[in-house]
Nanobody, 124 residues
Framework: QEQLVESGGGSVQSGGSLRLSCVASGHAWSSFCMAWFRQVPGKEREGVAAIDVDGETTYEDFAKGRFTISRDNAKNTMHLQMNNLKPEDTATYYC??????????????????WGQGTQVTVSS
C-alpha cells in the first residue's frame, strides 16, 4: 500500500533551520512528481516546492532562496531543507506525490497522494 511518512518537524527560533524528510513506500515513486505543502489552521493548504523525476525544482516565491527541495530516488526519500525560518513559516508541512506522466510538477493542484504531516513551529 502506498504510504508517505514525514519527519523532521519541530520548534525553532526565527532564523533557525529544519530539514524535513519524506519516506515513500508502496509505489515506484521515482516516476512520481513529489512536493511539499503546508497548511495553517483556518487557511487553505499551499504548495511550497516541487521536484520532478529528473530533479528539476519549482518553488513558491516565499520559499525561494530559503528552502531547498531534493530527492533520492534510490532511497525513495525527499527532503526539504528550510533555512532562515520565520514565524510565518509556522504550519503543518505535508509531503505529496503524483504520477508524473509528463505533467508539470509545479502544478500544485494535481497531487493525490499525501502524508500525515509534520508540525513546524517558528518562534520570534
Amino acid at each position: 500500500q502506498e504510504q508517505l511518512v514525514e519527519s523532521g518537524g519541530g520548534s525553532v527560533q526565527s532564523g533557525g533551520s529544519l530539514r524535513l524528510s519524506c519516506v515513500a513506500s508502496g509505489h515506484a515513486w521515482s516516476s512520481f512528481c513529489m512536493a511539499w505543502f503546508r497548511q495553517v489552521p483556518g487557511k487553505e493548504r499551499e504548495g511550497v516546492a516541487a521536484i520532478d523525476v529528473d530533479g528539476e525544482t519549482t518553488y513558491e516565491d516565499f520559499a525561494k532562496g530559503r528552502f531547498t527541495i531534493s530527492r533520492d530516488n534510490a532511497k525513495n526519500t525527499m527532503h526539504l531543507q528550510m533555512n532562515n525560518l520565520k514565524p510565518e513559516d509556522t504550519a503543518t508541512y505535508y509531503c505529496a506525490a503524483e504520477y508524473s506522466s509528463g505533467y508539470y510538477c509545479g502544478a500544485f493542484d494535481m497531487y493525490n497522494f499525501w502524508g500525515q504531516g509534520t508540525q513546524v513551529t517558528v518562534s520570534s
